[in-house]
């Protein structure tokens, strides 16, 4: 498995904006509240990988007082920090989308709060792709000593 470049995490998160700001252009007024519930789900999320990667790097580099890491475990905590990056990546698109759209409508008070709203939900899920970053990165097989120092 290569690691997930953050260019592409952006690339996705700029297309499906684009698309979502089309998107609710055209049917805004059909379309329900944006739920203020995305921000503490998806930062409890990123808190969980977070501390999963930082557990998971502990016992990969066998410190003190920590069991060793199962190989199985490690790389499905690196299937899901990579699933989590893209996932992320396409829900802040959608939350950048609708933050965009009511950018313009700021003088109106649901377009206002549906800003706020979406925005804290676009960081949050921004902070879940870099813990999922981070998980998928503490995940990574450290190197032999002997290939670490230079020849």
Request: net charge positive; hydrophobic share 50%; proline share 8%.
């Amino acid at each position: 498995m290569r690691p997930t470049r953050p260019g592409v995490l952006v690339a996705v998160v700029v297309v499906i904006a684009l698309i979502t700001w089309m998107l609710v252009q055209q049917f805004y007024s059909d379309l329900p509240l944006v739920p203020w519930t995305a921000m503490p789900t998806v930062l409890l999320l990123a808190v969980g990988e977070a501390y999963s990667a930082w557990m998971t790097k502990a016992r990969i580099d066998r410190r003190p007082g920590t069991k060793p890491a199962e190989p199985l475990a490690v790389a499905r905590l690196a299937a899901l920090g990579k699933a989590s990056a893209y996932g992320g990546a396409v829900f802040a698109g959608v939350f950048a989308g609708f933050a965009l759209h009511t950018l313009q409508l700021l003088t109106r008070e649901t377009p206002r709060s549906e800003f706020f709203v979406s925005t804290g939900s676009f960081l949050s899920c921004v902070v879940l792709i870099a813990a999922a970053l981070f998980l998928e990165n503490a995940c990574r097989i450290p190197k032999d000593p002997e290939e670490r120092s230079p020849r």
